[in-house]
């Protein structure tokens, strides 16, 4: 069975940090996986999907990483900015099980002015 | 697109009453997603159909719970009775095919409030 970790669970940087946000997952036959964001009260916005196949993928300050065989991924947030702050969560898409999508806890971001 | 809709945005019950969420996903997306967020859970998937069948339902709470896809474009979440525990947000999500790797797509989720 398919479990995501998110670690850390809560982060709190200064405006301008560089930061990084982990996630694991268990079982590496994975389709994808995908990075959103989600501010408080609100849906959820995807950020950075990487494939299976790939490595990384980057999108003005954000870069997400995918070792697939160890089963990780990490996202970059270059120069953090307040606007920054939000929760991140992780999810990957599973090969053995239908194509489920399974998300993690999520890091809860402040970026403090 | 308007992305993925869902309605209503809020939804206030009392306890014992039935509740239906709705959902409208994105057209042309072929899979199509119901979780439930709490603080305690976090994301949990409920359910999830492609081609409108039914996939994994093995989240589903209880029997009170149920979800159909009667066309590719509309898709309902139904809880009937309710209690306050199924106070929560209920989101819905919609993605196209798995083996072209597209990623999932949110509505803007329904918070329900169950007195």
């Known amino acids: 069975k398919q479990e995501v970790t998110q670690i850390p669970a809560a982060l709190s940087v200064p405006e301008g940090e560089n930061l990084v946000l982990n996630c694991s997952f268990t079982d590496s036959a994975i389709y994808n996986l995908q990075w959103f964001r989600q501010d408080p009260g609100k849906g959820l916005t995807s950020l950075l999907l990487i494939q299976s196949s790939q490595r990384e993928q980057t999108s003005g300050r954000l870069n997400a990483s995918l070792d697939k065989s160890s089963g990780r991924s990490t996202l970059y947030i270059a120069a953090s900015q307040p606007g920054d702050s939000a929760t991140y969560l992780c999810a990957v898409r599973v090969y053995n099980q239908g194509g489920k999508l399974i998300f993690g806890q999520g890091t809860e971001l402040s970026v403090k002015p | 697109d308007a992305g993925v809709i869902q309605s209503p945005r809020h939804e206030v019950t009392e306890m014992g009453q039935e509740v239906t969420l709705r959902c409208k996903p994105i057209s042309g997306h072929d899979y199509l997603f119901w979780y439930r967020q709490t603080m305690m859970r976090g994301l949990e998937l409920l359910i999830y159909?492609?081609?409108?069948?039914?996939?994994?339902d093995s989240g589903m709470p209880e029997d009170r719970f149920s979800a159909k896809m009667p066309n590719a474009s509309f898709s309902t979440l139904k809880i009937q009775p309710s209690e306050p525990r199924d106070s929560a947000v209920y989101f819905c999500?919609?993605?196209?095919?798995?083996?072209?790797?597209?990623?999932?797509?949110f509505g803007q989720g329904t918070r329900l409030t169950v007195v």
């Open positions: 159909f492609n081609n409108n069948v039914p996939i994994d």
């Open positions: 999500a919609s993605s196209f095919r798995q083996g072209l790797n597209s990623g999932a797509f």
